[in-house]
């Protein structure tokens, strides 16, 4: 019986799957479908985050950010340097600062 997947994966999980007396069918994406298919996986991963609260799900966001970044020709530390610049220029989030409101 063929379960269908499809959904980007790590690119060890074909073997994992080989070693667990699976076949896997897979196909290499192009950069438009990859490009979607990374931006559906983030959303994935944040859901899971929102569910579970565990770092691992943590971790797996940031892994696909780094996917993301090199996937428009940046790095993870490129991505970084930026959000030292942002946290610079605006701040971070450690004050927990709950804006209510601001009279303009």
Do not use: H, W
Not at 51 to 64: G, H, K, Q, R, S
């Amino acid at each position: 019986m063929k379960k269908q997947i499809n959904k980007l994966v790590r690119d060890n999980i074909p073997l994992i799957c080989e070693k667990n007396g699976q076949t896997p069918e897979t196909k290499i994406l192009d950069d438009e479908n990859y490009t979607a298919e990374l931006k559906a996986k983030l959303i994935e991963e944040v859901e899971e985050y929102l569910t579970d609260n565990n770092l691992e799900e943590l971790a797996d966001i940031l892994e696909v950010i780094e996917a993301l970044a090199e996937n428009q020709g940046a790095s993870l530390d490129k991505v970084m340097g930026i959000k030292q610049n942002k946290q610079n220029k605006n701040g971070a989030f450690k004050n927990r600062i709950y804006l209510l409101s601001v009279d303009c």
